[in-house]
């Protein structure tokens, strides 16, 4: 069931929509703007209903605030107001709402303009899901892993949850390929995908093909230790696929290499730092014997490491895991 939110502050006004809509939409009703952008950055919704005149941050000004955050932007917003003038509505269109309504306003009318509005974002959102998918192995595609990371990360930064980035390439690929053609290599990279994508939490984490054999994955939510382990049973699960590998006399199949960081975030800083340090975690892999994973716990932002002592590096090959 598609989720509304209605952001007004009469709770007789509030009402009245829901009386309306309850049947065939779950309701979420909040009573400020300020209370209101919260809720819509949290809550998943294919419409807002949104009153103008409000105390404190207006409806244009809210609808300023919804337009300007990521998470928010592409939600469609009706504007419901007593301002029956030209230029507020002219205002409203151009800040981004969708439509604009008038008070008093028949049921008939709201209850046919929001499931026209709703129906056009299922149309869109799929069209967007379709942009954000790779093509050749039905992952998410870059654009998809930028937009899906950043909000995680924002998440993880509010609730002080661990976020680790890892970073896998098949190793030899380009010896692959041009041993058994590209159509093979389409396939192997299909098979390396699903394995991966099988071995993940679809609704918490997000893998995607990062770039021609290069993948990513983001455990969001599991200690350091854990997205170790995590990280190796993804590189299992290419090693038990048993593909054949182009260069037998180093390894018999199809193998990945992993490099992994892993933090409490705190800021885009750390996030930056925790892709160079995946980064370089899979170069330390793909020149240090391949097949395996190169991990790295970065250290709290707050803390000060002297230049010294680096942060601590774990390396786990054919699933001899440390001890933590």
């Given at each position: 069931?598609?989720?509304?939110?209605?952001?007004?502050?009469?709770?007789?006004?509030?009402?009245?929509?829901?009386?309306?809509?309850?049947?065939?939409?779950?309701?979420?009703?909040?009573?400020?703007?300020?209370?209101?952008?919260?809720?819509?950055?949290?809550?998943?919704?294919?419409?807002?209903?949104?009153?103008?005149?409000?105390?404190?941050?207006?409806?244009?000004?809210?609808?300023?605030?919804l337009?300007?955050?990521?998470?928010?932007?592409?939600?469609?917003?009706?504007?419901i107001?007593?301002?029956?003038?030209v230029?507020?509505?002219?205002?409203?269109?151009?800040l981004g709402?969708?439509d604009?309504?008038?008070?008093?306003?028949?049921?008939?009318?709201?209850?046919?303009?929001?499931?026209?509005?709703?129906?056009?974002?299922?149309?869109?959102?799929?069209?967007?899901?379709?942009?954000?998918?790779?093509?050749?192995?039905?992952?998410?595609?870059?654009?998809?892993?930028?937009?899906?990371?950043l909000?995680?990360?924002?998440?993880?930064?509010?609730?002080?949850?661990?976020?680790?980035?890892?970073?896998f390439?098949?190793d030899?690929?380009?010896?692959?390929?041009?041993?058994?053609?590209?159509?093979?290599?389409?396939?192997?990279?299909?098979?390396?995908?699903?394995?991966?994508?099988?071995?993940?939490?679809?609704?918490?984490?997000?893998?995607?093909?990062?770039?021609?054999?290069?993948?990513?994955?983001?455990?969001?939510?599991?200690?350091?230790?854990?997205?170790?382990?995590?990280?190796?049973?993804?590189?299992?699960?290419?090693a038990?696929?048993?593909?054949?590998?182009?260069?037998?006399?180093?390894?018999?199949?199809?193998?990945?290499?992993?490099?992994?960081?892993?933090?409490?975030?705190?800021?885009?800083?750390?996030?930056?730092?925790?892709?160079?340090?995946?980064?370089?975690?899979?170069?330390?892999?793909?020149?240090?014997?391949k097949?395996?994973?190169?991990?790295?716990?970065?250290?709290?932002?707050?803390?000060?490491?002297p230049?010294?002592?680096?942060?601590?590096?774990?390396?786990a090959i054919?699933?001899e895991?440390?001890?933590?």
């Amino acid at each position: 069931m598609d989720k509304i939110l209605v952001i007004d502050d009469s709770p007789v006004q509030t009402g009245f929509l829901c009386s309306i809509l309850q049947d065939d939409y779950e309701i979420t009703a909040c009573h400020t703007a300020e209370e209101g952008l919260e809720e819509a950055k949290e809550g998943n919704y294919s419409l807002i209903l949104l009153d103008v005149v409000m105390p404190g941050m207006d409806g244009f000004q809210l609808l300023q605030e919804l337009k300007a955050a990521e998470v928010t932007r592409y939600i469609p917003v009706i504007l419901i107001t007593s301002l029956a003038a030209v230029q507020y509505e002219e205002r409203g269109l151009l800040l981004g709402a969708v439509d604009y309504v008038t008070k008093p306003f028949k049921p008939v009318i709201i209850k046919a303009r929001v499931n026209a509005h709703i129906q056009l974002y299922r149309y869109q959102m799929q069209f967007k899901e379709q942009a954000m998918v790779d093509g050749l192995t039905g992952v998410a595609n870059r654009r998809r892993y930028e937009e899906g990371s950043l909000a995680r990360w924002r998440e993880a930064t509010r609730f002080g949850l661990p976020f680790s980035i890892c970073m896998f390439d098949i190793d030899k690929f380009k010896v692959y390929n041009d041993t058994f053609g590209h159509m093979a290599g389409d396939e192997c990279l299909k098979k390396v995908a699903a394995a991966l994508a099988s071995r993940i939490h679809q609704g918490r984490d997000l893998i995607c093909r990062f770039g021609g054999e290069e993948f990513q994955i983001l455990l969001y939510g599991i200690k350091p230790e854990d997205a170790l382990h995590a990280a190796d049973r993804l590189r299992q699960a290419v090693a038990d696929l048993k593909l054949p590998s182009a260069d037998r006399r180093t390894a018999p199949y199809v193998t990945i290499s992993v490099g992994a960081s892993s933090a409490v975030p705190s800021s885009m800083e750390t996030y930056n730092g925790m892709i160079k340090a995946a980064d370089d975690e899979l170069y330390y892999a793909k020149n240090h014997g391949k097949n395996m994973v190169s991990f790295r716990e970065m250290p709290p932002e707050k803390e000060s490491v002297p230049s010294s002592v680096s942060v601590t590096r774990c390396v786990a090959i054919s699933c001899e895991l440390p001890r933590f």
